[in-house]
C-alpha cells in the first residue's frame, strides 16, 4: 500500500513544546479541559510550558491560581467530579505534599468507597526531580511514593512522544492521573511526527533491546540508562533498557518477558533509595521470576539525602551513568 | 420562634413537613444509636441531636440541580437531600444496598442521584471539593448553587482559608454552611480560633455573610432563602453561620469531659425539635395528633429501614477491589 | 548476686496506659518536654492515652491545638529547634498528610542543609492502621512511607515495652522521630516490669526464634504474624517472627542473620502491597542475602483498595494470620 | 521622607548606617547577578532590588537574642543581621566554608550564631516555624522576638491562616513581617487574593498591625520600633505590612511578561537608596562624599566576599550524607 511508503513528516521540537502542544490539543478537542495552577497563565509556566496559551485560550481555561496548592488541587478534583477534565498543574512535585490530602483522602478514594458513583477524571501534572540545583526543598522525586497509592495512576513521560501523548489519554481515563516530568528534560530536543498524538499508557517500552541484562527505568533517568548502555556495549556487555513509563500501573508482564530473557537485571530511579519504586521492581521480580534469575537485582537510586545544592554533590546524590554502568557489571560479577 | 412577615412558605404544610424532617432525623438517629450498641452499625457514628434544624432548614431550599458537600456528621442532611432512608440505614449497616453500595459507612454517604457528594471524614477536606464543583458550574454557565456544610472546628484548617478565597477571589456559586456547636470533639471555641465571631472570617474574604440562631428552623430557611437567592443571582459566594450546639458525644467514643452537664442542659432547653412544636402547638397551627401522626410515620419509615438493611446483603469479597478504578478501560490511544 | 535473683516487680497494664506512663515520665524527666495536639487535653485524647495528664501537668505541658496539622506540627518542629522537647501527637496518619510539607520539607531537610547548625528534636505521634471499620479516610497505614525519608526515624512499637520505653529514647534523640501506634493494639494488656522504663531503638527483636522460615513485621501485625507462627508450628514448621520496631533506620543485621539461618522469608506489612515496606525490605534481602535463599521472598500486605467500612471487606483488606500461613507455607511449597 | 519626630537614633551615624546596609544589599547582589551569569551562582537566585528598605528597616531593631525566620529571597537579611557577607557569598557559590557549609545555596541561607534560622524556599513554610520558636520562648518565659518575614504570595497558603491563629490564639511573641511587592511570581496580588488590603487580614486573628511605606525606611524603622516593642512588651504577635515592589524579574528565569515596563519605571522613582540617600543630601546631613565612602567600603567588602568564596573549598563527596543525622548517637536507653 502507499501509505506504508509515506514516512510520517518530522519536526524539530523539545519535550517542553511537546508538552505544551499536548494541552493545546487537549483543550482545542474537548470543552470541559482546562489547565489551572500558579503561574501557568501570565508568568507563562514555572518551566514555560504553558507560555503562549493564555493568550490563545484567555484566563478560564488558563487559569492562574494563589499560592494554595490544597485549595485549588482539591478544586480540579471537585471540577472533575463534577464532569470537567482539568488539568491542574502543581508547579513542582515539592510543592504537592500541600495537596496530598486532596490526592490521597479524596481524589483516589471518592470512586470506590462511593460505591462507583462518583469518580474524579482529573489530571495533575507536576516537574519532577534533581539536576539544577535547587537544593533540598526543590529536588524531591516522589513520583514512586505516589506509586504506592490504589485509586490513582502515575505517569512519567521520559520521550517527545510520550510528554505530547499521554496527556490526552490521561484526560480520557476516568481516574486520576498524575504525570510527573523531569526537569531535566524540558530543554531536551529531538524530531517528532508532525502528526503525532495520544498514546497508549499500559504499556512499558523496550527502549534498547538486549540479552545481557536489563536495566529498568523511567523519567530523567532514562537518558542516563541509555548512556549506560552504550557504554556497557564498549565492553562487549548488550543491556536491554525498559522505560517503564506507567509508575502505577506497572507493566509487569513487558518487565519479567526482559528478566526472563537476559536473568539479570539493575533497577534504576531518582527515589531515595529505600522505599523505592526500584525496590517494589525488584521485589515484583522475586515474586514473580525468582528462578529466573542469575544473580542478584541491582539497583541505583538517589543517596539517602536531602539533595545539596553544590553541583558535585547534587550529580552524586542522584543516578549517573557511570554508577549504572557500575551496578550492571557487579551484577554480571564483572565489577 | 422568628417568623418573618415575607414568608411565603409559611403554610402549615410547610410547617408540619419542617418539623416532620427534624423529627425523622432524630428518630432515626435514635435508632442508629441504639442499633451501634448492638453492633449492628460500627465505625464511628456521628449523631446530629440538636443540630438537625440546620440541614432542614437549609437543604429543602436547594434546588434538585444544586450540589451537597457535607462531613462525617451528615445523616441528616442526606436524609433531608431524599436519600432514601432504607438507603441510608443499610449504608449504616455496611450493605450493599446501602447508598455507597455499603463502603463507606455513616461517614461516607454518597448518592449521585441527588447530587450529594458525601460524606468527608477529613476535618476542612470537602471544602476545596466544593468549589471545585463550583468552579465547573461557573465555567458551564450553569445556574446550580453548591452547598458546603462544615463544622467551626474546620475554619482553622488551612483548607478553610484557601477555599474561602478562591471562592471570592473567582466569584463562585458556593454556600458555606458553617454549623458552629461550639465544639470541635473536645476543643472549645475559644480554644479554636483566636476570632471566635465566625461570621467575620467571610468579610476578610470579602464574602457575603448572616449569622443565625442555629436552634430555629424557621429563622435558618429564611436565612438559607436569603442566601440561596444571593449566590443564584450574584454568582458568589455566600457564608451562613448557623449557631447550634451538639447535644450528644462527639462520637459513641466520647466522655464529654470537656464540658458541664449543666451547659447541656441549658442547650436542651433551646433545642430545635420541642421548640418548635411547643411554638406550632401554642400557636395551634398543629395539634397533638399531628405529632403522633408523624411520629408514626417516621417509626414506620425507620421500621422499614431496618428491616431493609437486615435484609440486605454483604458484598461479596472477591468485589473488594472492584472500583478501585473505573471498570471501563480508557480507550485506546487516538 | 541477689539482684540477679529478685524478680522485677510486674503490673497489669495496657499498651495505652504504657504510652501515657511514657509520656507522664518525659515530662516529668525534662522541662523541655511537653505534648501537643488535637484533644490532648480536655477531651483526653483521641484514643484517650492523654486522659488525665490535663489535670496532672496543666495546659501548658499539655496543649490542646486547634485543627491545624500543619500548623501545630511546624509549631512543634520550630519550638524544638529552638531547645525544647516537644511531643506533637496527630490523631492519626491519616490527617498527617496534612502537615507532610513541614515533616518532609522542614524537620526532614533542616540539620543537612542547615550544614549541621540546626536540628530539630522533635517527636510525632500518631496511630496508624485499620480495623476498627473507620472506613477509607480514616484507615491508612503509611509509616512504611514515611520511612522512605532521610532526615527522620520511624518507630512502630508492638509491645508494651516498647509502648512505654520507646518515647524517652525518642526525645533524647536529636532529630525529628515519629512513633505509630497501631490502633488495634491500645486495648492491648499483658504485664510489665514496674520499673519499665526507656529501651533501645536501634534493633529489631527476634520476638520466637526459629529454624524453617523468617517472618519479618512491625506493629499491629507482629501479634497476627505470631498467631500465624504458633498455626505453622502445629503443621511442625518453626517460624521465627521479627519485629522490625525500627522502620528507618532498618536493623539489617538482624534481619540478615535470621534470613542466614532459614533462607527463607515472608514480610507481613499493613501499608498496601506496591510500594510497600515489605518491597524494601525484600529487596534488601535480595541485595544482601540473596545466594542464601532457597525460595522467592513473600509478603503479606494490605489489598491495594481504600479500606472499606463493612467488617468482612476490612478483615479481608489487611494482612490476618490465615494469609501469613498460607504465604509461609507457599514458601516452603508446603501450599 | 517621614521622620517621625521621636526618634531617638536618628543620628548621622545612624541614618549613615543605614544607607550603608540598603547599599551593601543592592551591590553584593548586583554582584551576585554577574556571578549567576558567569555561573559560579547557579539554581535560583532571587533579588531583593527595591526591598532593601524592609529588611534594613526592621532588622536592626531586633535583638541578638531575637530569631528570624526567611525566605529564599533572603540575601539582604542575613547581611543586615550579621551573617559576615564572606560567609553568605562562599554560600552562594556552594562552597563549604558558606554559612549553611555550601549545601544551602542563595535559598538557605542559615546562622546558628546570629539566630538566622534560614532560608526557606516553600512559600509559606516558615510560617508554622516562626509559631515554634515563639512557642518556646513563650515556654520558657524568655523575652525574645521572633521575626517571620514572608511575601504576600504565602498569605493565600493555608499556613499563612493556622500560624496567624495560632499566634494570636496562644499569645504567642511573633512580628509577622509581610513584605507585599505585589507580586508572587508572575502573579499579581488581585489575582491572588480576594482582600488585597494585606493588613486586613491581621484584624482577621485579632492581631495589632500597621502598614508602611516599603520604600521608606525610616518609617520602616519607626514602624519595626513600634512593633518590636509591642511584641516583646504584650508577648503576642503583631503584623506588619510592608508595601513595597520587586525591580528586578522573580528570579534568574523570568521574562516579567506579567507586568509593563512602564510600571516598573514608575516604581523605580520610588526606590528606597537613591530616594533615602536624595533627601540625606537635600537635608546636608550627608555629602556626596560620603556616599562615595560607602561605596567604597561596601566595594572592598564585596571583592574581599568573592575572593574568599573563591578560595573556598568543595565539601568532599565522601561527606555527602554527613548531618542527614546527628553525629552523635543518641545515648543507650536509660
Ligand atoms: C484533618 C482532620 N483532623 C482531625 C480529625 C479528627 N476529628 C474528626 S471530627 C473532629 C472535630 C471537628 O469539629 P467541627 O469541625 O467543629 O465539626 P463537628 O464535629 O463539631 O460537627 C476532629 C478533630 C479529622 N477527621 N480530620
Ligand atoms: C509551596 C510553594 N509553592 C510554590 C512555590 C514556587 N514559588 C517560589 S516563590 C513564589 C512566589 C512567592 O511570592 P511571594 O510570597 O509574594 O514572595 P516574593 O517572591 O514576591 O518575595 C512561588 C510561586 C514554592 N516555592 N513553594
Ligand atoms: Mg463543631
Ligand atoms: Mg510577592
New binding site residues.
Given amino acids: 500500500m502507499k501509505q506504508e511508503t509515506v514516512k510520517a513528516q518530522m519536526i524539530e521540537t523539545t519535550y517542553r513544546e511537546a508538552a505544551k502542544e499536548a494541552i493545546r490539543d487537549a483543550i482545542k478537542r474537548d470543552e470541559r479541559v482546562f489547565l489551572m495552577g500558579e503561574d501557568v497563565g501570565r508568568y507563562g509556566g514555572c518551566y514555560a510550558v504553558s507560555k503562549g496559551l493564555l493568550a490563545e485560550f484567555g484566563p478560564e481555561k488558563i487559569r492562574d491560581t494563589p499560592l494554595s496548592e490544597s485549595g485549588f488541587t482539591g478544586a480540579g478534583i471537585g471540577a472533575a467530579m463534577a464532569g470537567m477534565r482539568p488539568i491542574v498543574e502543581v508547579m513542582t512535585v515539592n510543592f504537592s505534599l500541600l495537596a496530598l ?1 486532596q490526592i490521597l483522602n479524596t481524589a483516589a478514594t471518592v470512586r470506590h468507597m462511593s460505591g462507583n458513583q462518583f469518580g474524579v477524571p482529573v489530571v495533575i501534572r507536576m516537574a519532577t526531580g534533581a539536576g539544577r540545583q535547587l537544593a533540598a526543598q526543590h529536588s524531591h522525586s516522589l513520583e514512586g511514593w505516589y506509586a504506592h497509592i490504589p485509586g490513582i495512576k502515575v505517569l512519567a513521560p521520559a520521550t517527545l512522544e510520550d510528554a505530547r501523548g499521554m496527556l490526552w489519554t490521561a484526560l480520557e481515563d476516568p481516574d486520576p492521573v498524575l504525570i510527573f516530568e523531569n526537569v531535566m528534560l524540558y530543554n531536551m530536543s529531538g524530531t517528532l511526527a508532525a502528526d503525532a498524538g495520544p498514546v497508549d499508557i499500559d504499556k512499558a517500552a523496550v527502549r534498547r533491546p538486549g540479552h545481557d541484562i536489563s536495566l529498568i527505568t523511567y523519567g530523567g533517568s532514562l537518558w542516563k540508562t541509555l548512556e549506560a548502555a552504550t557504554s556497557l556495549a564498549a565492553e562487549g556487555i548488550d543491556a536491554e533498557v525498559i522505560d517503564l513509563r506507567s509508575l502505577r500501573p506497572l507493566d509487569d508482564a513487558t518487565i519479567m518477558a526482559s528478566v526472563a530473557k537476559t536473568r539479570r537485571a539493575v533497577i534504576v530511579d531518582e527515589g531515595w533509595r529505600s522505599g523505592s519504586l526500584a525496590a517494589e521492581i525488584g521485589m515484583r521480580i522475586v515474586e514473580q521470576a525468582f528462578w529466573e534469575l542469575d544473580a542478584p537485582i541491582g539497583r541505583v537510586c538517589s543517596e539517602e539525602v536531602p539533595i545539596p545544592y553544590p553541583r558535585h554533590l547534587e550529580n552524586a546524590s542522584i543516578p549517573q551513568a557511570p554508577k549504572i554502568v557500575a551496578a550492571a557489571k557487579a551484577v554480571l560479577g564483572r565489577a | 420562634m422568628t417568623v418573618p412577615a415575607d414568608k411565603p412558605h409559611l403554610s402549615r404544610e410547610h410547617m408540619l413537613a419542617l418539623l416532620k424532617q427534624m423529627i425523622r432525623i432524630r428518630r432515626f438517629e435514635e435508632k442508629c444509636a441504639e442499633l451501634y450498641t448492638r453492633e449492628k452499625i460500627r465505625g ?1 457514628l ?1 449523631l446530629y441531636d440538636g ?1 438537625e434544624a440546620v440541614a432542614v432548614g437549609v437543604i429543602p431550599v436547594l434546588d434538585q440541580r444544586d450540589h451537597i458537600v457535607a ?3 451528615e445523616h441528616g442532611h442526606a436524609l433531608v437531600r431524599g436519600v432514601p432512608m432504607t438507603a441510608v440505614m443499610a449504608e449504616m449497616y455496611g450493605k450493599q444496598e446501602g447508598c455507597s453500595r455499603g463502603r463507606g459507612g455513616s461517614m461516607h454517604l454518597f448518592d449521585a442521584a441527588t447530587n450529594f457528594h458525601g460524606g468527608n ?5 470537602g471544602l476545596p471539593l466544593a468549589v471545585g464543583l463550583a468552579l465547573a458550574e461557573h465555567m458551564r454557565g450553569g445556574d446550580a448553587v453548591t452547598a458546603c456544610f ?6 482553622a ?1 488551612g483548607e478553610f482559608h484557601e477555599s474561602m478565597n478562591l471562592a471570592a477571589l473567582w466569584q463562585l456559586p458556593v454556600l458555606f454552611v458553617c ?3 461550639l ?3 473536645g ?1 472549645a471555641l475559644a480554644l479554636s480560633e483566636s476570632e471566635t465571631d465566625i461570621e467575620r472570617k467571610a468579610a476578610c474574604y470579602r464574602i457575603a455573610s448572616e449569622a443565625v440562631d442555629g436552634m430555629d428552623v424557621v429563622a435558618i430557611e429564611a436565612a438559607a432563602r436569603r442566601a440561596v437567592h444571593a449566590v443564584r443571582e450574584s454568582r458568589k459566594p455566600y457564608f451562613l453561620e448557623c449557631r447550634t450546639y ?1 447535644l450528644r458525644a ?2 459513641m467514643f466520647d466522655a464529654q469531659l470537656y464540658r458541664d452537664k449543666a451547659e447541656v442542659e441549658a442547650w436542651r432547653h433551646k433545642e430545635p425539635i420541642i421548640r418548635f412544636q411547643t411554638w406550632l402547638e401554642s400557636n395551634h397551627i398543629i395539634h397533638a395528633d399531628d405529632v403522633s401522626r408523624i411520629q408514626a410515620e417516621v417509626d414506620a419509615e425507620i421500621t422499614e429501614a431496618v428491616a431493609f438493611a437486615e435484609a440486605g446483603t454483604w458484598e461479596p469479597v472477591g468485589e473488594l477491589t472492584r472500583f478501585t478504578y473505573a471498570e471501563s478501560a480508557p480507550p485506546p490511544a487516538r
Fill in positions: 490530602d | 464511628f456521628h443540630e462531613t462525617y456528621r471524614a477529613i476535618v476542612g477536606g462544615f463544622g467551626e472546628g474546620a475554619v484548617e454549623e458552629n456547636n465544639y470541635a470533639m476543643t451538639r462527639h462520637s
